[in-house]
């Protein structure tokens, strides 16, 4: 039986290995973790604004200002005033956003599925629940 210290060793441990991986693959498309989430953020959720996207982040509107600052230097969103408030202004990813996305997409779900794909479809499901019983929800 393990304790609940290392438990919770094993699950960062997951989630780590989780990080590293992705971050092999995706780092050569000149993304970070931080700018993968919030690239995948616009693709779910756009247009958005930025208090929006800061919020969907749980980070600071500052924050999201420099996150939309360096996608836009990408030329992996762009910004268009808000047809309901002429003040304000909303982001979508261009083409070449969406297309980053979806290789973003892809490499996320290989390796989850090289992670999670020694559990079967029912150990699968009951990991799901039992995160979901401590609270754990998506993102």
Known sequence: MHTDEALAELFLATSRRIRRETM???????LNPHLSRALRIIDDNAPLRPSQLAALLDVAPRSASDTIAA??????????????????????????????AAK??????????????????????????FLCRLGVTSP
Do not use: K, N
């Open 71 to 100: 996608l836009t230097a990408s030329g992996w969103i762009t910004r268009s005033v808000d047809p309901d408030d002429g003040r304000a202004y909303r982001i979508e990813l261009t083409e070449s956003g969406h297309a980053l």
């Open 104 to 129: 973003v997409h892809a490499t996320r779900t290989a390796v989850t599925t090289e992670v999670f794909g020694v559990l079967d479809e029912a150990e699968r499901q009951m990991l799901s629940d």
């Open 24 to 30: 092999q693959r995706i780092g050569p498309l000149g």
